[in-house]
């Protein structure tokens, strides 16, 4: 059975994915990256987490507001392309962690550059040995 919520959910998230950027004329939302998408075991609710570069508070609460308003086409969508007894109700929730994932790696991405500024010519690409 967890394999079998498993398979639905990678292929839900690919639907919705698709049915964000082919049949949703606000560019916001085709812009949006799902990063999760867990289905309940009875497989009548899906959580769908997403994430938006750049996305300010403002533009976020805009984001939910616009997805709550498309929700019923989406799922009339997902009832047709994937064959259910039950077409799930889908919820979506920002994802912070994605956020806070992508500013850690901004931070090492910055200071690995502004290490290897430091470095003189002759010693760019050399290990040092650490005591």
């Known amino acids: 059975m967890i394999d079998r919520i498993?398979?639905?959910?990678?292929?839900?998230?690919?639907?919705?994915?698709a049915i964000l950027q082919e049949h949703i004329d606000d560019p916001r939302?085709?812009?949006?990256?799902?990063?999760?998408l867990q289905l309940s075991r009875d497989l009548r609710v899906a959580k769908v987490s997403i994430f938006s570069e750049g996305a300010d508070q403002k533009e976020k609460e805009y984001?939910?507001?616009r997805l709550r308003s498309v929700g019923g086409h989406i799922r009339g969508e997902i009832s047709v392309r994937v064959p259910m007894k039950y077409t799930p109700k889908i919820s979506f929730l920002f994802d912070e962690g994605e956020a806070q994932q992508r500013h850690v790696d901004d931070i090492f991405k910055q200071?690995?550059?502004?290490k290897s500024k430091?470095?003189?010519?002759?010693?760019?690409?050399?290990e040092y040995e650490q005591d």
């Open 29 to 36: 939302l085709s812009e949006l990256v799902i990063t999760h």
């Open 6 to 17: 498993e398979r639905l959910s990678k292929h839900l998230k690919q639907e919705i994915c």
């Open 63 to 65: 984001i939910l507001k």
């Open 111 to 114: 200071l690995q550059e502004e």
């Open 118 to 126: 430091d470095l003189p010519d002759n010693e760019e690409g050399m």
